[in-house]
C-alpha cells in the first residue's frame, strides 16, 4: 500500500526570497501586534517584573531602618536587680550619644552595690574628677528595641559603623549603574529574552542572598546583583513592549509599565506594615520572585530582533504557531567582473599604519570625543549631565527621606507610589501644548520651590512637611520621564545614543549619591536633604532655558545641525529638496 504526498511528513519547503521573507514576517508581526493574545501576553509577562522591581526602590527603608531606640548593655549590671532606665541612667546619663559611648566606670564594681549606692557614688566621683567618655564596644555591646525589625541589628550597623548601613542602598545603585549598560549590551547582542533570563537568574540569587546571609559582605553582594537584575529585567521587558506592539497600544502600554514600578512600592508598604521582622518581610518579597521562572518559559525572544538577525525560521514559528515551510533562496553570487583584482589595491599604502590611539579615536571614542569636540554640543552636553545628576538625586531622596521627615515609613512609601502613578500622566498632557523645554523649566521650578517651602513650615508640623515633600515628589517623578525624551531629541543621529549612555551614567552618580545626602547629612539637620535638592533642581530649571525647544522640529542627523533644531528646520524648509 502506497503512501499518499499528505502522509510525506517531509514536504518539499518552498523557496523565497529573503526580502520577500522578511515582508512576509513583518506584516505579520504588524498584524498580531495590533492586538489580541499576542499582545496581552507580552504585556503581563513584561509588567509583572517591573512591579518586582519596585519592591526595592525603598525596601531599604524597611529593612534597615535605625531602631527606635538603642543602648548599651554592660554584661558587669546585668546581674543586677537594676532596672534598664536605672542601668542607663548609671552609664549613660548626662550623655547624648544615642548609646553609642557611656561613662568609663569601674561597672564589675558598681554591680555589686545597690542602684542607690552606685547613683550616690557616681555623683561624688563625677564632681571630683568626671569620668572619660568611652565607646560602647569598650565596656559592652550594643542592645536595641526591637531588633528583629532591621538589619542594622544583625551587624551592629551604628554608631562607629552607621556609614556602612547606607552601603546596603549604595550597593544597590551600583548593580543599576553596571546593570544598565552590561545587560543592554548582552540584550542587542544574544537577544531581549536572553538578557531577560539572566537578569531573573540574578533577580532570584539576590533575594537568596540577601534573606539568608549571615554576612553582611554577603548582603551587599545580594543587594548588588538586585540591583544589576533591575536593569537585566526592566531593560529587555520594555524593548520587548516597544519592538513588537502597535503604535495604537504602544503608548498606553509604556505609561502602564512604567506606572507598575510605583505599584510594587505600594504592595512593599503594605507587606512590610504586616511583616515586622526584616528576614520575614526579605523572604516575602523572594518569594514573588519564583514566579520569574514562569516568565522565562512562557516569554518568547523578540521577532523584530529575530528578523534583525535573520532567524526566520524561528520568528515564523512564533507568528504562524507553526513550523516554516519557506527556505530563504541564497543570494546569487556577484559577477566576476566587479571583484578586485588588482593586489596594489588591496595592499597598505606605505606609511599609512595607524596607532592603536586613532584606531580607538577613529573607532569606539569616536562618538564620545565628538560630544566635547563641538562647542555647541559641549554647552548641550554638560547640561544635560547636570539635569540629569539632579534629577536623579532628588527622585532617591525623596524615595528615601522617611526618617528624616519624622513620618511613618509605611505611610510614606504607600504616599510616595500613589503621587508616583498620575505624575507620568500629566507630562504627556503638558508636552502636547506647552513643549519640550518649557514642560522641562516648568517642572523643575515646581519640584525646587516644593521642596524648599519644607523649610517654611514649623517643625511640629509633620503632615505639610510631607504634603509639600510629595509634592516635590512629583514633580521630579514627572521630570524624570520629560528629561529622557527632551534629552534624547537635543542630539543628532550620529552621537544620540552616547549622549544618552553618559547622561545615563551622570543619573546613577546622583542615584549613588542620594543615600549618602539622606543618612549622612540628615544625620546633621532633618531639612538639608530637601533643601540640596531643592537649590539644585532650581538651577537645573534655569539651566533649561538655555536649551533650544525640539518639540516643533524634526531631528538632527549631523552634528554641525544640532546647536539650532529651529535654525535648521527653517532653513531646511526654505531650500529645494535634493534628487
Not at 25 to 54: D, H, R
Not at 110 to 127: D, I
Not at 225 to 246: D, H, K, Q, R
Request: with cysteine; net charge neutral; aromatic share 12%.
Amino acid at each position: 500500500m502506497t503512501k499518499s504526498k499528505d502522509d510525506n511528513p517531509e514536504k518539499t519547503r518552498e523557496h523565497i526570497s529573503e526580502e520577500s521573507m522578511k515582508d512576509l514576517l513583518t506584516k505579520q508581526l504588524e498584524l498580531v501586534g495590533s492586538g489580541g493574545a499576542y499582545v496581552w501576553a507580552i504585556f503581563f509577562l513584561c509588567v509583572t517584573p517591573n512591579i518586582l522591581n519596585g519592591f526595592h526602590v525603598s525596601s531599604y527603608t524597611l529593612l534597615g531602618h535605625l531602631p527606635e531606640d538603642q543602648w548599651c548593655g554592660l554584661p558587669d549590671l546585668d546581674a543586677t536587680n537594676w532596672t534598664l532606665a536605672q542601668r542607663r541612667h548609671i552609664a549613660e546619663g548626662g550623655l547624648n550619644s544615642g548609646g553609642c559611648t557611656v561613662w568609663d566606670w569601674n561597672y564589675k564594681h558598681l554591680g555589686q552595690m545597690s542602684y542607690e549606692a552606685a547613683l550616690n557614688y557616681t555623683s561624688h566621683m563625677s564632681e571630683i574628677n568626671r569620668p572619660a567618655e568611652v565607646s560602647c564596644k569598650v565596656k559592652g555591646s550594643y542592645e536595641y528595641a526591637d531588633p528583629e525589625s532591621t538589619f542594622v541589628s544583625d551587624w551592629d550597623l551604628t554608631c562607629e559603623r552607621s556609614i556602612q548601613r547606607t552601603s546596603a542602598q549604595v550597593s544597590l545603585s551600583l548593580g543599576k549603574f553596571c546593570g544598565s549598560f552590561s545587560f543592554g549590551i548582552l540584550a542587542d547582542k544574544f537577544g531581549r529574552k536572553t538578557s531577560f533570563s539572566l537578569g531573573a537568574a540574578f533577580f532570584v540569587v539576590g533575594s537568596f542572598f540577601c534573606t539568608f546571609s549571615p554576612w553582611y559582605s554577603l548582603f551587599l553582594a545580594g543587594r548588588f546583583a538586585l540591583g544589576a537584575a533591575s536593569s537585566g529585567l526592566f531593560y529587555p521587558a520594555f524593548t520587548m513592549i516597544v519592538e513588537n506592539v502597535c503604535l495604537k497600544h504602544r503608548s498606553w502600554m509604556s505609561i502602564a509599565f512604567s506606572a507598575s514600578y510605583p505599584i510594587g512600592m505600594i504592595i512593599l508598604a503594605i507587606i512590610g506594615y504586616l511583616i515586622q521582622p526584616w528576614r520575614h518581610l526579605q523572604l516575602a518579597l523572594t518569594i514573588p520572585s519564583l514566579l520569574l521562572i514562569l516568565n522565562c518559559y512562557l516569554m518568547n525572544e523578540s521577532p523584530r530582533w529575530l528578523i534583525t538577525n535573520q532567524r526566520y525560521d524561528r520568528v515564523y514559528k512564533i507568528l504562524f504557531k507553526q513550523p516554516s515551510h519557506y527556505e530563504i533562496q541564497p543570494a546569487l553570487a556577484a559577477p566576476s567582473s566587479d571583484l578586485v583584482t588588482d593586489k596594489k589595491s588591496l595592499e597598505p599604502e606605505a606609511g599609512s599604519s595607524v596607532s592603536l590611539l586613532d584606531k580607538l579615536k577613529s573607532g569606539p571614542l569616536k562618538s564620545i570625543i565628538e560630544l566635547f569636540a563641538n562647542p555647541s554640543v559641549r554647552k548641550l552636553i554638560f547640561t544635560s549631565y547636570f539635569m540629569f545628576c539632579v534629577t536623579s538625586l532628588s527622585y532617591y531622596v525623596t524615595a528615601l527621606n522617611a526618617a528624616n521627615l519624622s513620618v511613618s515609613r509605611y505611610l510614606y512609601i504607600v504616599a510616595t507610589g500613589l503621587v508616583d502613578i498620575p505624575s507620568y500622566l500629566v507630562p504627556v498632557i503638558m508636552l502636547r501644548f506647552t513643549g519640550r523645554r518649557i514642560t522641562t523649566m516648568f517642572l523643575f521650578l515646581w519640584t525646587g520651590v516644593s521642596l524648599l517651602l519644607v523649610l517654611a513650615v514649623p517643625t511640629g508640623s509633620t503632615t505639610w512637611i510631607v504634603a509639600f515633600a510629595m509634592l516635590g515628589r512629583f514633580g521630579i517623578s514627572a521630570t524624570y520621564s520629560v528629561v529622557t525624551l527632551y534629552t534624547a531629541e537635543l542630539y543628532p543621529t550620529q552621537i544620540r545614543n552616547s549622549a544618552l549612555g553618559t547622561c545615563s551614567t551622570f543619573a546613577h552618580v546622583g542615584s549613588i549619591s542620594a543615600p549618602y545626602v539622606v543618612d549622612v547629612l540628615g544625620a546633621l539637620g532633618w531639612y538639608i536633604p530637601t533643601t540640596i535638592c531643592g537649590c539644585c533642581v532650581l538651577v537645573a530649571g534655569l539651566l533649561t532655558l538655555t536649551l533650544p525647544e525640539t518639540g516643533t522640529d524634526k531631528l538632527s542627523d549631523k552634528i554641525d545641525r544640532a546647536a539650532a533644531p529651529a535654525a535648521v528646520a527653517a532653513t531646511d524648509a526654505a531650500q529645494p529638496e535634493k534628487k
